[in-house]
């Protein structure tokens, strides 16, 4: 299956807001994050759960639909805002290109947001929560690494 025929579930914007919503509440929802990035045409800040991962003292986050909106916009700003419970994180977003890493990355998935694990397996990607299932798909991901930036460029 490409990327390209990977569709978003439709129960996901409401999930989103849903989130979004407790998050500016306060809401602790494990390692859900709300990451905040201008918009490539309106340069006003879009905001999209994320759930960043640690791996070797590296955060990361996936784009499970690589053509996604919130996706496209890191790959246009390469910076944002990583909110969580009203503390706000300047980052850098930068896209890992590294086949290796994007493996490493995609292989400790399941095990570091396991309830990451159904939205990968609802949009077709992998069947189940297998590390080898997730780090064969790496090539059809994006993966961002975030870097503390050293000011909020907005």
């Known amino acids: 299956m ?18 979004k919503l407790m998050n500016r509440l306060g809401v602790p929802l494990g390692t859900i994050r709300v990451l905040e990035i201008p918009g490539r045409v309106s340069g006003l800040p879009r905001a999209t759960p994320v ?12 784009a499970g639909l690589p053509e996604a909106d919130w996706a496209l916009n890191a790959r246009a700003a390469a910076y944002g805002v990583l909110v969580s419970r009203g503390r ?46 997730f780090a064969a798909a ?10 503390p930036a050293d000011d909020d460029p907005q």
């Open 2 to 19: 490409s990327a390209a025929s990977l569709r978003l579930p439709g129960w996901l914007p409401t999930a989103n807001r849903v989130v």
């Open 51 to 62: 759930s960043p991962m640690l791996l070797s003292g590296r955060r990361f986050v996936i």
């Open 88 to 133: 706000r994180e300047p980052v850098r977003l930068i896209e890992v290109d590294e086949p290796a890493l994007r493996r490493q990355v995609m292989q400790a998935f399941p095990t570091e947001v396991p309830h990451g694990v159904p939205f990968f397996v609802k949009i077709g990607l992998v069947t189940g929560a297998d590390p080898e299932q």
């Open 138 to 147: 790496a090539d059809r991901v994006a993966v961002f690494e975030l870097v």
